[in-house]
Every structure is written in structure tokens, then in C-alpha cells.
């Protein structure tokens, strides 16, 4: 497995996508193809596992895309059944860099009364110590990963059936998750109590004849021609079985909902609905909203694509500017490209990106971006359009600065990596080297997201902590590694 | 290899990408970033020959994208020197539907002067008789690719050294064609006479010690930070070393050029300069014009990704319609993707596209496109922008009916299978099933490209043969095969 | 994964190797040749487990030839330090046939104070028991070999230290093995109480700083150039670590040891010395006693390549009729070949063995074999052998009839399958169409093997299960699937 | 491509066989089973090239064994037709050390009145100066074979059909060689006019509907089942269709035969008929006069493996000196192996042959193989054998000292390299350490190859240029690039 490109290295990384299927014939199928619409939420590896009445489970996990694994007959055919479900996930492996195989998700696990398969979308932030209590009471681990830990739970659980086995596991794990599971029979969602991650459940065939689907987000609900039935919601568990529909249960203690934002700024698709809003809608409005917060002077909006594009579209709107492509995306940029040589490796975002010279020349542009994180690539886009010929270069982004790491299930950098965690917007502007550069504001942000009265500071609508530093549960892996909190002070 | 996606096939395909480099070390990893840039012209295979003063000749020819072949150092390091050329195809093979590895290019031959490598882009017109007579004179043939012709008949020449014999074998063929060559010292690129394939110079590094660079099209010496110098003018031979620099010579009879408008309408990326214009303003004043031509009242503008978007942005700016994003491309799309049952077939365009049916339910909504070819896509299209609840749908294109197949280079499907071939634009209306269908006119085209009195009738600007069915060069290979050309009458 | 060689199923397999290294540089470079040596017990899978102190443990598991797979840098390199086990398995899968990556050895588990890497040669004859058990009380497993149990047990034990851990788990283990397992400083060597399986112990390198190698058998001692100190004595448990040398403990109630003896006949290398015994030489010494036991009147004594050769010296040598190689092997026959149609599938045998027609024609002849199982090549190779002209042809065999599966790390048919299960000697020949068939006895076997009295009938020196249906160890899961043991009556 | 194994490399490599199948459903099945059978004549990579009436000529070529290549149906079903013929070849690549596949045969070529293919075994010995030849006339040549030169040959004859074509192709080619070639309906077989590479014909199937066959050996009629009708004349030429049968042509000026006696004592296989002798017989008679030669006082005879075996039992039958098994060989031995420390890379040979100690301990051994190449291999093994603790080490050669190259398709190393070039018998010994050395003589060989008066030196029977440096055809080639034929004075 190659690293990861250096160039993509500069966004937030959503780590995983879930997706599941009962009451169709051959359900994998359809998973492969609703793990193909969330390929965003996880281009590293994926996995399958079906179950079929006569020939049990079985299981396919692979590195890479899920169009070049999960497309020919001679894979599809060893997944038969109409129960699967599936799991697309990012590397975040550490200074390795690497993930090995027994890594991928879906996790599998033999009880006395029947095999599971959970995938698990999130961060389980009391890992570590479930783990050394695991071990210490005779559990072998097969894998690096935190999810295996639910597995490890399930199976010690005295509950006779395995949802019940399920919500014992689930009660011992702290952090933000969403899992789809599956038993012989039963197809189950869970999120947890705070809804961070997402989760929807949709119907697909005839109404006489319709089976279910679980999926991260509503767009891979369209691309098997699903119906989209309602959002799992928070703290909710649905235990689904083709004779008896879908079962509503409440493991948890109830908590006010606080949804993770990024999902609305960048990590979840465009023509996903989220929340009841339009992923797209709501980005374009935040491009609305910073024209409004920070308008500018200039001849030409441009998005840095792809991610940039609705809110470049809400702001060209909003402002009267022309909107145009300034920067054209290489469509066969992969994970990987050749760097032999120092010469080349300077090149460094030419690989993805070029400048659309003879729009660019002589004009004051707007560059309109979803995040600055390290703030690497926004300094080689700003030096890509002066040697282009730009007049003024003036960066607006759709969210407000990233200073905090997430522990719920997302790839950022250590603190100190983050531009934000640093620099002041105004030192931002500097070290890029731009004309101007504004954020949204955090209530700009909560606007854009449906919030008309902006955020509310006592009892936050979403789970912001990428940009307050507000954590609505506690890191505690983290902190035991040393991650400090946001101090009064700050 | 697998099968190019069923719904990629409703476009016309440029068939090759030519790059050269030479005077900088390492010249085939400039050559790789090169043809990456140029992916788009070919997806199928690729090839890489270079020459090292000591190493001699090497060369690596591989199916698939340039990012997954070339970038490893196993591979590049076995390609050393100065001096190589590469070359990009699309598969244009017929009922067997494969090309062999002996058929990707660059075409070797060694010469009892010395070897010669060539890539060439376009399509020998009188291939068939030129193979017939060389087979009969005894010349041993190793690949189909008609361009196998040129590096036979250079070795039956008389001349002296290589560039002549290239003259010589140049001059026996007929049809468009671009071709970048080298020989042990010299870079070659030759245009017909009509200069229908495109190919530009540009210059690579230091003033004091640059290299040269020729490439298919711009956006390739952007990638390499090369610098344009020129285009290679229609009929032009440069013959290229370190010593001596460019060398110029005019090798074919002089003809007016016809160079091919669908480079700019399609093929060619949009961060391209050709004949001195930038495709993506090209394209975007075809949508100007097409908004003129054939206005609709209507509340959304929505390009069908990613060919449609510069000139949905010119409809949108002329009309004062706003522009959105109805349909969103999935990004992980690849040539291929899992069939396996005729419930998941008849899906098909939502493997790839998805609209946003927040943004369209409702609206009348204008959808511009680039071309239709079969018309299948489109059909799909619409019926997707329908489910999601659109009040109306306007199609609108931006290039006239495409009723003549290219035989210059360009995959097209055979004439009885081009919509506009057998229909009028009515019939296509109601074919598609949409509330009005509007090409832009050939005029029009025209005048987006600069020409503005439109197109000179008696001796036009440009080969626009697959709208106007008016060959500049006869197809002599496919009139034996029992093309017919266009009658007096039609 | 393709499926073993048809011609090659007419033989007992043994079902795997085992070998550990301690104390020189690189040990998985060791592991690999000690492996390689040992390929003979199991050609389907291999996998090295290695331990580095600054890298801890590092493993990889790949199916096909030690050859093949643990030979390129690429690999070895992640297998770093001073400590390393490895495995090579030949498949037992049932129905499925075919073995999944996750059972390839060694296993390894995480306890609480530390890791540990098994690899098991034999079989657990109670697995069933102890992996419902294990499941019941909340383990999790991973692989569908029985011999994941004893990671387990280790896990459960309440032991403080790995090697204490072991001795718990190998207790509650039923069955005939041999375990090689190591931690991050210890390697360690068990054989059950009967030692049915073998295992010896080598030290390697310069006196004064000398590591230490456990190992199947000797032969693969000799490969890395070790020096053969000792075999682990039945019932015994070493404990090695480069501080205190060798550490021996008991941790099995004593019993009579019960060598496997067709460990001597068929499963080990002629070059291995078992027992204090030249494999070849005991051999070879079968011939001779079969030579005396079943002498015929003939031209030629022949091989059946490779097996019977030094029995067939033996016979030569003791009769005085002339030794000859009338069967020719095909050096290049792997585990697979084309099959295409019936008329080729016929030819059977001849893709491996062909026979010598110039030496066979007119000769009566006597082919030395090492065991008839299901008797279908030797039925073939007797076709072969009259084909070629042979006068007469006489079978002699180098074990006595096998007329019972193994149920202690050896993949045989089930008993039904066995021809000696079901047919007299007599009725062999008359299938087999030969003019002669001649087993060695059970007491020329055992004074073959050095014990000049024979077989002890009261208190065999060996386990000869296969050849007598007296099991040692009682075959539990088997008869709790149906297996009959042999009745007073037979 | 791995290199070979450098334990190998003391051997002479025959470098090619061919195989030919006319009349068979599916012929190139039986193609694969044949080079399979002929793969000790080359184990780099083998190709086979089919015809059939409906899909035209097909082939593959593949690096690597035929078993590992020719046996999917996945392969052999893209190879449908009643002809075929294949080639298996052994690298004989210089400083570069690789073939390139394109320097695979079967070569094609496509003529005005078809195409044909050709395999050919041997080598041409003034490839150069025709290779100059054709370039110069403007033939573009696709390998570096030699052997390509005939297909250009043939493409620029004026004879109007193919077999006529090969006629005067291999009129102009000098050396040795053995052709199988096809047509669409056609079955060539051609040998040099001195015979120095075997060729043999065979008939297939039932009497009434029988095909034909063209084999490098015998070997590969009994694995097809073929019944062998007769040798390939000196100098004929074969030319078989289904309707006409066997059509013998006379191309060449007639010469008295050169048979290469080398192949008599390694290269074929020994299940082979020579000339109407047995290879076994030849090699195991080669052991008697041997022990006629050069006997010597000892207590044990033993075969270097494989090669030497036959001669070892011969030997040891005239002698009365018990045979026995003293140096084992390790079965799963392949080409390539590893060999990452300067430890490791110490063991040498010990990766593909060990001592079996307990036989060789305090005896004097006789070592019989079946040649000295360079003398690296002799000399690890006398190591081996004092090592186990033999009392005396004697060494007995089946063939006359190597001391000339082979340029007749033999892969030979430089003059130079070869231990009988630079020493006489008694400086051999005493490099290789051993009690005692003894080549068989050359008219002994003649002997025991069925010349009772020993060799005719006026007029040698066989081709026996690499012991006496007598070359029957001038090496034109290599004495171009500086070779020194033998002089009076040697």
C-alpha cells in the first residue's frame, strides 16, 4: 500500500462509511455499490461480510477502492445472500503509516448463539483502557483497531441474544459512533447518545416485497434507488428483521444532540440531506454569509476544488462577482504519483491542480476553500495564481479556524500542526501571503446550518470542538496520552 | 483489461496524447507528469521510450492510467537520459474490443543509422493499401495500430539520416495526424498539413540551460513548469537538438489549415491555450451564445459534469439564471464497475451521477451539456433530474448536432448510431422526452471560437466534418470498407 | 488458491513443520532456510512470526512455496531481530478445500505481559470440546484451526509468565503434538507426553556466542549449518533464552513414548536422523527386509520416484537383481496442471512420472513403493509399466497395509477410502492387476527401524495407529462425528 | 524476472525446445503438455503460438514454467485450433541478464499469403552480418533474437508460398539448428544439415483420424501419448497437412551428421531415444567404462543429483561398490532463493543439496556427475562430503573435460571461465581438493554411446566441439567479436 498523497494531507479526513442491506437478493451487491457513494468517507480499505442461510457467513476485506475490489463476479459470488453489510475506512494509522488487513472492518465474531459482524463509524475515546481489561481477563486481540473492542464486549456479555449482547457492549464504550451490525437474521443500527456521526435508514423494492438499508449518508441510499425513511437518531438503536420490521430501542441515558458541523462544511456529500438540510444548501448559504461578513472588491469568485465549489457559488450569488474556474482539478489524480526527484517534488500541487491562466490574468480573485489545516497547500494555490498573473489574491473560507484536534472519528494533525492553534487570522493572512483571508464566523457557520439565531454558546446545537475546542465527551485516551483541554485562559 | 464503462460510450473520444522532452535529466519522469496531464486524451495505455548516451534505448509500455504505471521508481529508473517521448491511447479497437501491449506506442524501429522511436496522434486516411504494399515488399508487421505504417516506411527509405527518412514516410501518408519522435539526439514533432491533431513547443528550466518540450496541448508544460514558446504550425517538421536548437522545415505541400473545432468543444482540457484562445472562455461564449441563440425562461442552470460546467457558467452569466449544481459526479468513478444483476444494470448513470434533488425539486431547470452522441446518457439524465421533481427540463448543447462519425484520431461510433444522424432536432425532443432541446449553431460555434463572422462556408476556418459531414481529407480506408460520403442531396 | 494435484492425493501428508531460532542476527533469514528444508511437511502455506526489541513483533503468513515467498528483501526486512518461529502447513481443509490466510501459523496472542507466537505440528484430538468451551465463556476466534485453542487457554490461564501459561494450556490439550513458540526473549519447544511428533534441538555459531534452534528435523539444522544437540524428549517443555541456555521442564504426567513411525517409512527426509536413526538407512533396511520376506525371480528392481527409492536400494542390494531407473520423474511438476479436456485428463500419472520403455521392455520387474493408500496410481503406474513392455510386474511394499486414517497431524482419507481398509492382500493384487503385491510386515518394519525384536505387541515401541488401529490417544472429536474404533472382532 | 539460481550456473544450459502439434481438437493443449515435458530445456519462459479456421492465429508468451503459465483455462481457451507449436527457452541475455517478452518464440510474421510462425533451437552463427543486412534493406526487427532473422528472410523470398519462403531463409542461415513452424494449415519441421539439435516426428491419436507431431525429444511424445514414428533426417525438411500427410523436402547440400553428443550426457532427458539409443542406457554405460577407466578402491558410489545417477549406477554396478544415496536433494528448490546476509550467501549449496551424514560418516565416497563446469559447485560439495566425515573423496566425470564454448544454442560461459581450459587434469584435482579426479575419455564416451571403435577422428561421428574445440561450422559471429578458434599447437 502506497502512503497517502502529501497533497491530500492538508483537509480533515472523515475515517469511515457505513452501509447495510437486508431483504434483498443478493445484498452485497448493494452494499458494494452504497460503499462506492460513500468511497468520500474512506478511500483506504474496505470491507464486506453477507450472510446467507445455507452457506453462512462469509467476508471479504480488501486495500483500495471499492470499484477495483467489489466489482468482479468472482468476488460478488463468494458474498451470497440477503443480509450484508459493509465498511469503507482512512488510514489513520500512525507513525507506520500503514494498516494491515485484519485492520479492516467489518469485525466478526463466533458466540454461543451465532456469528456477528459490526462496522463501526467513529472513535471509542475509553479504548485503551478497555483494551488492557480485555487482554487481563483473557481476550486475544486480532487487530489494532479500537472498534475490536465491541466485539471483545459482546462476546463476554451474559445476555442471551446478541442485540441485547450488543447494547451491554455498547453502554461499557465511551466516545461518538455510529455502527451497522448484523446477525444471521437481523440487520441493527446504533448511534451514540450525542448523534455525532451520522445515520440513516432507508426502504429499497416494491412495497409488497421492500427490505432495508442502513447507510451513512442519504446519497448512497440514491445510488441503489432507495427511499430514504427517517434519520437513526440520537441514542437510538433499530434492531431489523424481515419478519418483524424495524425494532426502536434506547440503550443509552438521554443527552441533548450535538451533531458533528464538519459534516455540513466538508466531510459529507453534497446531495446528502443531513439533519432535514441539503449538504449543498447549506454550503452555498455559507458562502452567502461570508460575502455578507466579508465582502471584498474583485472581478472573479473561484472555488479551490472540489470541496470549495457550493460556497464559491453562494458567495458569487450573494457579492454580484462573475464566478469562474480559476483552478482546473486533474480528474486522474489518484492516492499516489511520482516524486523521484527534488525537481519534481517541488512541483508539488501541480500534480492535482493548474491554473486556468487566461481567466486568472489581471484579475483581483476571490478564492473560496473549505478549511485551512496546515495551511501548506493554500500557500502553493496562492503562488499558482500570482504566477498566473493575478492582480490580488483574497481567501475566503467556509469555516471557521480549525484549532482543535477531533477524537471522534476524524484524521487531524496534533494540535500544534494546525495553522489556527498558532497564528491569529491576521498572521494566517501573512504566512500565506494573500491580500486578504477571512473565516466565517462560528455563528455564521450555525446560520448557514439552519441555526437563525446563531450558535448557543450555553448548550451548542452541534459538535464544534474542531473549532471551539468544546468537547462534548471527554478525550480520555487522549488526555492520558498528554493532550492538554482548552484552559479558562484560553 | 476490462471493458470501458457502457456509460462513458456516450462520447466522442479523443484517441491520443503525444509528449516529448528533451535536456533535462531524467527526461521520462518529466514525460510521466506530461501524459498525466494529457490522461484525459487516452485512459487505456500508455508508453514511455528515452535514450541515454550510455544505457541506449529503453522503454516501458503498460495498460492503464500513467499515475498507477509510471510513478514507481522500479519503473522509472529503468527509463534514464535525456531525451524520451511518451504517448497516451484510447481504445479504439473493434469487435475484440482489446488492445494487445504490442499495439501502445511509442513504435520503435532501429535503423542502420541508428534507432527511432515515434508516438503519433491523428489517423492514417490510406493505411490499409500503405500496410497491403509493405507486407508485399516484405516488411514483417508486429502490432494493428495503423501508425505501425510510418516507422516501415522510414525504413525503406533512401535517406540518409532519420529526420529526412521521417519526411520521405510522412509524405506517403495521408489523413491528420501530430507525431512527436526521437532518434538517439533529436526531438521531433511534425503536424499535417492541415493541422487538424494540435501539438505546441515549449521550453523547460534556465534560461542558460533550458530543455525543450513538445506536448498535445498546454496544460502539460503548466504541470512540468514549462514555458509556451509556440504551437507547431500545420505542416510544420521541427527537428530539435541541444546543439542546434529548433530547426524548422516544411516537408508536405501547403494547405489552408483546418484545425479541429471539437478540441475545443470537448476534447481538449479547459486550462488549455489552442490557437492562441483559452478553451474554457471558448466554451464558456459558447453558452453566452447558446443563450442568445436559444433563450428559456427557467430557475436553475445546472451543467451536466464536468464537460458541461464552463459553458453552464456563461449561460448562466448571459441569462442571469442562476447557477447551481444540480448533479453531482461521484469522484470515485473508475472505468469500471460491478453489473452483476439486472436489477443493479438498470441503474446505470447513478454510478456516476447523483442529483441533488433538494436543489432541483421544483424548479424549471436548464441542463447544459457538451454534446449528444447516442443520446443514451441523456435520456438518463433526465429522467434522474424528473424522479428528483423538476417542473421542467431544458436541454441545452453546446455544439451542433454531431451527425457524421471523425475519422481523424477520434473514436466514434459508426453513423447509423449517432441520434442526430437519423433524427431531426424535434425528433431528438421528443426522443429525449424533454420540455425543449436547443444546439447551438453552427454559426454560433463559430463565433465562441473567435470567428466572428462565423463559419466562411466556401473554405471554412476549421474541420468541423463531424457536424457538416464535409471531409478535408477523403477517408479512403473506410470508403473501401463502404463508408458513403455525404451526397450533393443531403 | 489452486486445489492440490490430483495425482498426488494417493499419499499420507504430513500436516506441517515447525522451526524456531534464538540468538543470531536476522533469525527470520534462518527460519525462512530451516523452513525451506522442511517444505516436505507441508507445501500449502507458510508464515514467520519474528521479535526485535525495538520493533517488537512483526509477522507475515502467505500461501505457496518458503521459496516464493520468503525470499525478497522486501519481506524479510520487516521480519527483523534476534528471535523468530515459523510454519509451513499443508492444507486439511474439508469440504471448502481451501484454507484462509487467518489459519496460516503462527498464531499470536497479547496477554498482559506480553505477547507470544505459537506454531503447532499434530492435531488436538478434543478441539471441538475446548473451542465450545473457550466460546461459551466469551473468546473470540479467529481462524478455523483447532490449534488456535492453546492461544486461548494461554490467555485464560492465571499464570504470571508465557511459558507458565503454556504448560496450563497444553494441559487441557489432548492429542499428539509438537509446539514451537517464542516471546519477546524466550524460545520454546514442548512435545506431548508420547512424542509422536518429532522435534530436536540445534545450536548454531561460534561457541562463545552460539544461539539455539528448535526444528522439526535434523535435515533443516543442516541447511543453516547447525549443529544437532539433542531431539526435546516426549512429555518435555525447553524454555530458551539467551541469558539462562536451555531450561527443561515436565510439565505432562509420564508415559511410554510412541514415535510415529511412518515418520520413518514416508514423512521425514532420508538425510534427517530421527530416533538416533538414518532415515535413510531405516529405509533402506525395509528393502532388505523385504528382500527377505517376499523375494521374487526378476530382471530389475525399480524406484517409484522419489519415496521408494532407498528401500528399493535396499531390495537390490539384498536380492542381487540389478537397480535401475525405469520411472523418469518430471523435475518441473508443480502443484497444478491444465486438464482441460477428458482426453487429456486421462493421461493421468504421465504429467509426473514416465517411464523408461528401453530399460522396462521384456523385463520382469519389481517396483519398490513406499505405501499404497487408495491404490489409484499405483494402478497407473502398473498400466505404465506393461505399456512399456514389461514381462512381468511385482509390487513391494515398504510399510504394511494401511487400513487406518491418522488422526494425529496427518491428512488421510477417511477409512472407507483406504484400500487396505476394505480389500485382502490378495484382493489388492487382483485390483491392482500386478502379478505380485507384498507388504513388510509390521515386525519387519519395527526391526527395520532398529528394534531387533520386532513389535512389542503389548506395549508397541512405536504408534502405528495407520497400520494397526490401535490409537494411543483416543480420538475424541472424531468419534463424537461417528468414527468406529476398531472392535475386538477385527 | 529473478535471476537464475547462481547454484546452477555450473552447469551447460541447452536453450531451447520445440514441439509442434497438427489434427487435434485443441491443439495447443497438447502443445503445453509437450513443453512441459521438454521443460528442462529451458525453464526462462515459453510461448505458444495456435491457428484455428474461424479465429485465425493466436498466442501467448510468458516468462516463467509451463506449468505455471499454460494451465488456467483462462489462457489455453484464447488457443483454439488444430495446430500448434510451442517453444520453451533457457536465458542466454549477456551483461543485462533478462529477456524482454518480445524475445519470446514462437516469432510470427504476417506474408501477403498468410502468416506463419516459427520456434526454432539452436543458434545461427552469422546472425550478425544478416541482422546488418536486413536493417540496411529496411526490415524493422522487434527483439534481439537471432532467430528473428529468419521470419524477415522469409518475408522478403519470392517464392510464392511459405514453406518455399523457409527454404530460402534457412539457405542463407549458417549453424546449427532445429526449426517447427506453421502455417494456417500447415506443420514444418526442418533440421540443420549436420543435425546438431534433435527433432523427432510422432503420430497422435486413433489410426483413422491420427494427427502428427514434431518434438525437441521423445520425452514429450509419451506425455501426449504420441507414438514416435522416426527421427527428423539431417538436413530434411518436414512439411505435414492433414490432407497430404508428411511431405519430406531436401533444402541443403548434404553433410555427414554431427549429432551433439553433449545431449547424450545432460541435456536430454533420460527416458529418451537419441539416434536410436537410449539415453539412460548411454549414460549408465558411460559409468561402466568409467569404472573400466578409472577405478579406485571405495566403499560407497554416489550420484551428484540428478544428473549423475544413471553413470553412479552403472559404475557401481561394474565396480561392485555398493550405491547409495550420499548427498540428498531438496525438492522444492527453485530458481531463485534467498540470500540477504554475507552469512546466508556462505551456505552455498546447502539451499539444494545436503550430505546424508550417517551413510557417508568414515567411508570412501566416489562422486559420479556428469560434468565440470566452471568448478565452483565440485567444489562446495567435496566440502560437504568431508564435512559429514568421509575418509576419502574421489571424483568420476561422465564426460571429457568442457574446455571449449558451445556456440551451437548451448548457454556456455567464456572460454576462460571453464575449469578444463586454464588446467590439466591433475591442477583440477588438486583445486577442487579432492583424492582423486578422472574425466571419461573421448573415444570412452564414443563407446558408451554406441561406437564400439571409439571416436573416428578423421571424420568425428557426433559434434563434440566443446571437448575437442573441433567446430563443424565456423562460430562466424563470435570470431567477429574476438573468439580464437583453436590452434595447431593445442
Same mark, same amino acid.
Given at each position: ?135 487481563? *481477563?483473557?481476550? !486475544? $486481540?486480532?487487530?489494532?483497531?479500537? =472498534?475490536?473492542?465491541?466485539?471483545? @464486549?459482546?462476546? &463476554? /456479555? ?99 444532540? *450535538?451533531?458533528? !458541523? $464538519?459534516?455540513?462544511?466538508?466531510? =459529507?456529500?453534497?446531495?446528502?440531506? @443531513?439533519?432535514? &438540510? /441539503? ?99 493554500? *500557500? ?18 467556509? /469555516? ?91
Amino acid at each position: 500500500m502506497p502512503p497517502a498523497h502529501p497533497f491530500d494531507d492538508d483537509k480533515l479526513h472523515e475515517e469511515c462509511g457505513i452501509f447495510g442491506v437486508l431483504g434483498v437478493q443478493d445484498a452485497a451487491n448493494f452494499v458494494a455499490l452504497g460503499l462506492h457513494a460513500l468511497q468520500h468517507r474512506g478511500q483506504e480499505a474496505g470491507g464486506i461480510v453477507s450472510h446467507d442461510p445455507e452457506q453462512g457467513f462469509n467476508s471479504a476485506r480488501r486495500f483500495g477502492y471499492v470499484r477495483d475490489n467489489f466489482t468482479s463476479t468472482d468476488i460478488m459470488e463468494t458474498l451470497p445472500g440477503p443480509l450484508a453489510i459493509g465498511h469503507v475506512r482512512y488510514s489513520t494509522a500512525g507513525s507506520k503509516g500503514q494498516t494491515a488487513i485484519r485492520d479492516v472492518q467489518p469485525f466478526f465474531g463466533e458466540f454461543s448463539m451465532g456469528g456477528a459482524a459490526i462496522a463501526h463509524n467513529g472513535n471509542i475515546t475509553n479504548a485503551n483502557a478497555l483494551r488492557r481489561e480485555l487482554i487481563e *481477563r483473557g481476550s !486475544i $486481540f486480532q487487530s489494532s483497531s479500537d =472498534s475490536e473492542c465491541i466485539i471483545h @464486549l459482546m462476546a &463476554r /456479555s451474559l445476555q442471551r441474544d446478541i442485540p441485547a449482547r450488543m447494547e451491554d457492549a455498547l453502554r461499557r464504550v465511551e466516545g461518538a459512533f455510529s455502527v451497522v451490525a448484523m446477525t444471521r437474521t437481523k440487520l441493527i443500527g446504533v448511534r451514540d447518545a450525542l448523534g455525532v456521526r451520522p445515520l440513516v435508514l432507508g426502504r429499497i423494492g416494491p412495497e409488497e416485497n421492500s427490505g432495508w438499508v442502513l447507510s451513512s449518508e442519504t446519497c448512497a441510499l440514491d445510488i441503489i434507488g432507495a427511499e430514504f425513511v427517517r434519520e437513526i437518531e440520537p441514542g437510538e438503536m433499530v434492531v431489523i428483521s424481515q419478519e418483524t420490521g424495524v425494532e426502536s430501542r434506547r440503550p443509552f441515558r438521554q443527552k441533548k444532540p *450535538r451533531f458533528c !458541523i $464538519f459534516e455540513q462544511v466538508y466531510f =459529507s456529500r453534497p446531495d446528502s440531506i @443531513l439533519g432535514g &438540510r /441539503s449538504v449543498y444548501e447549506t454550503r452555498r448559504q455559507i458562502g452567502v454569509e461570508l460575502a455578507r461578513e466579508a465582502p471584498v472588491e474583485a472581478d472573479l469568485v473561484c472555488p479551490v476544488p472540489d470541496s470549495g465549489t457550493p460556497a464559491a457559488i453562494g458567495f458569487a450569488h450573494e457579492s454580484g462577482i462573475p464566478y469562474g474556474m480559476g483552478i482546473i482539478r486533474n480528474q486522474y489524480m489518484g492516492r499516489t504519483f511520482i516524486e523521484p526527484t527534488e525537481q519534481i517534488r517541488n512541483m508539488g500541487v501541480r500534480l492535482k491542480l493548474n491554473v486556468n491562466r487566461a481567466l486568472i490574468r489581471g484579475k483581483r480573485v476571490i478564492l473560496v476553500d473549505d478549511s485551512v489545516v496546515r495551511g501548506t497547500t493554500s *500557500r502553493k494555490i496562492k503562488e499558482m495564481i500570482l504566477d498566473a498573473g493575478a492582480a490580488e489574491v483574497h481567501f475566503r473560507i467556509a /469555516s471557521p479556524p480549525t484549532a482543535w484536534p477531533c477524537f471522534y472519528g476524524v484524521d487531524t494533525p496534533q494540535r500544534e500542526k494546525l495553522l489556527a492553534a498558532t497564528m491569529s487570522e491576521d498572521e494566517m493572512r501573512d504566512f500565506l501571503g494573500v491580500d486578504s483571508l477571512k473565516f466565517i464566523s462560528l455563528d455564521g457557520l450555525y446560520r448557514a446550518a439552519g441555526e437563525a439565531g446563531g450558535r448557543n454558546n450555553s448548550c451548542p446545537q452541534y459538535c464544534d470542538a474542531c473549532f471551539s475546542g468544546e468537547y462534548p465527551v471527554e478525550p480520555a485516551d487522549m488526555i492520558e496520552k498528554g493532550f492538554k483541554l482548552k484552559t479558562a485562559a484560553e
